[in-house]
Structures are given as structure tokens and as C-alpha cells.
């Protein structure tokens, strides 16, 4: 089972974001095209001076340009 | 003088006795709260339910009325909420089962959806798919992950199986 094995190398988080994952992939085609959105997180942020914003910075890019890949972040 | 003192006594004692009473095993008719939420979507919110059956980490366990309060993680399975009219199962991706003291059961998990959303094909080549992955030569990480997801599609497809 890997329920005893995974601790070790995955977080919690990372974990249920797997098993979550796989859920969804199950999922006949219509449902499924409507839930993939949601395992998608991503994060920007920018730096504002002056009352100017600066560069905009993608946390993630892969995770923002292909949601379904996979990515050891988390 | 014997009788008094056994009549006291057992007036003493009457309180606790309908304490005990209150604590015993769970009537069939008695309803627990059920709140069942996704993070996109609330499926039960405080709603009476008979029984929930969940599959806990530790094992599968079904939740009557006044449950002694507990927390329990989810693995992913089946979550089976039985209402009076009848029952309802979910295939839920793991999260976690709470009893409050108040009679009532909370239910997080990251994903779920009936069973009858989910389709028998996907779930064969996805298991397929996640097998291989496991017994490639990725890395141990990618072989760990797959090896998570083909234990979620052996249990999908156990739970369809028995539909």
C-alpha cells in the first residue's frame, strides 16, 4: 500500500492534490472538462512603487501554461 | 430505616443513570447532522441523515447519531451517506471526517462526485497508464505518484464493480 510509503516524500498537500488529480482524470468527459480548471493553483504577484506596478511574476509557469503537468513544487 | 436510605440512594443515582442512558448504542431513528463540503461546492449542509459510511485511514467505519466526537483521516474511497429516503454514494478523493460533540459530522475532502459520474473506460487506462509509470524507471518520485494514483483507480474501479 502506498498509504504507509508516501509520507516520507510527499507533503500532506502534494498528497491529496495527487489523489484529487486522479479523481477528476476518472471522471466521464463532460464532468471532467468541467472540473479540470480546479486542480489548477497558480500564483502571480507584482511589486507596486509610487503607485506603479511593476513586473509581473508567474510563481509557477508550467503549472500556469500546462495545468495537467506535473510539477514536484508543493 | 433500610428502605428510606435505598430510596434516597436511588434518587441520588437517578440523575447519572439518565446520563448513561444518553450515551448508549446510537437508535436507528436518531439523525446526524451531515455537512459535506468541496472546496468548490457545499454537497450536504447541515442536512439529518440516518448513517455515513466513510473509509477512514484506519479503516471503513459507518457514523450513526451521537458518535462519540472524532477525527478521521479520508483515504480515497467511497463515501456513503444514507438519508431515510434512501442512499447515496460519492467516490471522494481523501480528506478528512470530523464528529463534533453536537451530534453533528463534518465531511472535507479536495474532490468528489457520484459514482455514477465516473466512467469505467477512463478509469481502465488511466490504471493501465499509472501502472506502467509505476514500474517504469522514472524517477522515485514520478514512480511513487503513479503508484498513489493506480491505488485511487484500483479503488474506483472496485467501487464501480460493486455498484
Known amino acids: 500500500m502506498s498509504a ?3 509520507r516520507g516524500v510527499f507533503t500532506f498537500n502534494k498528497y491529496s492534490q495527487i489523489t484529487a488529480s ?3 482524470k476518472s471522471l466521464k468527459e463532460e464532468q471532467r472538462l468541467a472540473s479540470e480548471k480546479r486542480g489548477i493553483t497558480a500564483l502571480r504577484y507584482q511589486v507596486w512603487e509610487n503607485g506603479k506596478g ?3 511574476v508567474t510563481l509557477d509557469p508550467a503549472q500556469e501554461s500546462d495545468p495537467k503537468k506535473k510539477t514536484a513544487a508543493v | 430505616m433500610a428502605a428510606l436510605r435505598l430510596a434516597t440512594s436511588a434518587a441520588r443515582r437517578a440523575p447519572s443513570a439518565i446520563h448513561i442512558s444518553r450515551r448508549g ?3 436507528a431513528s436518531d439523525k446526524i447532522k451531515l455537512s459535506m463540503a468541496l472546496p468548490h461546492q457545499s454537497i450536504f449542509s447541515s442536512t439529518d441523515v440516518v448513517q455515513v459510511n466513510i473509509c477512514a485511514a484506519t479503516g471503513d467505519m459507518g457514523i450513526l447519531a451521537n458518535h462519540v466526537p472524532s477525527v478521521e483521516p479520508l483515504r480515497p474511497g467511497v463515501v456513503e451517506v444514507i438519508e431515510s429516503s434512501g442512499s447515496k454514494k460519492w467516490f471522494t478523493s481523501g480528506g478528512f471526517a470530523t464528529v463534533h460533540p453536537n451530534n453533528t459530522l463534518t465531511i472535507n475532502v ?3 462526485a457520484p459514482l ?7 478509469v481502465r487506462t488511466n490504471l493501465q497508464e499509472a501502472l506502467r509509470v509505476a514500474s517504469g524507471n522514472g524517477t522515485e518520485e514520478d514512480k511513487l505518484e503513479a503508484r498513489i494514483e493506480a491505488d485511487v483507480y484500483e479503488s474506483l474501479q472496485h467501487a464501480l464493480g460493486s455498484k
Open chain 1, 4 to 6: 504507509v510509503t508516501w
Open chain 1, 22 to 24: 486522479a479523481v477528476r
Open chain 1, 54 to 56: 511593476g513586473n509581473q
Open chain 2, 25 to 27: 448504542y446510537a437508535e
Open chain 2, 110 to 112: 479536495v474532490e468528489a
Open chain 2, 116 to 122: 455514477e459520474d465516473f466512467s469505467t473506460e477512463a
